[in-house]
């Protein structure tokens, strides 16, 4: 079977690799679609140390069952989106719901572990969520960047999100651009896209931002004031994750804001501790989603309660994906969001 391979700074290979060997239970998934995800790319770049070659990346996949147990509960020809990060469901982050953080695996495609760009992936049961045949299966493949976008929007209660004037999200790649769809779901008023893209800001527009700021062009804290009537953001949502954003995300808050970062390119950033600590701001952490947080984004999608086509913007064979991710380096506009790599 064809396998796509990240082999080190900005080197890709398709390689002929043997099909996956079925343990006891699990069942033989023939990939249709893998979104390349912002961290692949990052990954990719050499930039992360999140992604350790060789090895195979990818964990935004949806695809059809292969080869099924005789005993299990799913059969040969149903469609599924794989749930990528493994948990135990016996530890005490399990027992809270915390399978995000469950010590027992790491993600799908990340550091060593083997990713779904590939042709067969063998899957456990209970990561295997059937959907419906109304989606396609790159739009059921968006489920998972729809899951961390939706678990970051939740870190908000519903009355913080009812209560706030201002909010902001900051990086409008794919997650950020989903994000800003999940909060005007929830009811969240002026919102604020931050991106150096114009082509991105547009398309936030399109997701349901009410106001854009490109910190190539403008001042980025004299947009915000602006904006807010000089009020600042009663939150901000950060979704890149390099220092200047980092800050730029403390820096726009009220007194007493919250920050919820999403972005993961950047181990370590300086940022304003006095104004923390001397303004009673809120900064959390948002690692990828929950099994319910993932189940809900399905439904979501099936539902059509949001809509992503603005976000799926291009498509490549499997066999293509090395130029998948060099087209992705020329990506200066911004205008690949969301690319697929298909079967």
Known sequence: MKALYYLGEKTMELRDIPLPTLKPGQYLIRTRSNGICGSDFEGYLGKTGRRLPPMIMGHEVAGIIEEAPALGKFGKGERVVIFPKPFCGECEYCRKGLVNVCPAGV?????????????????????????????????????????????AAHKLSDRELAEAEHCLVIGVGPIGLLTIAVLKLRGARNIIACDASDHRLGVARQMGADFSINPRQEDFLDAVRKITGGKMCDFAIEAVGIEATASNSID????????????????????????????????????????????????????????????????????????????????????ILKAFLVN
């Open 107 to 151: 993600c799908m495609g990340v550091l060593d572990q083997p990713g779904s760009m590939t042709e067969f992936v063998a899957v456990d049961e209970k990561y295997l969520l059937p959907f419906a045949a109304t989606l396609s299966y790159n739009e059921a493949a968006m489920t998972e960047p729809l899951a961390v976008a939706y678990r």
């Open 252 to 335: 726009c808050l009220r007194i007493g804001g919250t920050v919820i970062w999403i972005g993961n390119a950047q181990k370590m950033v300086s940022v304003n501790m006095q104004k923390i600590v001397t303004t009673e701001l809120t900064v959390k952490g948002n690692y990828v989603y929950g099994l319910e947080d993932f189940k809900e984004c399905l439904r979501l999608l099936e539902e059509r309660r949001i809509d992503i086509t603005p976000v799926m913007t291009d498509e490549y064979p499997l066999g293509d994906g090395v130029q998948a991710f060099r087209d992705q380096e020329n990506n200066r506009e911004g205008k």
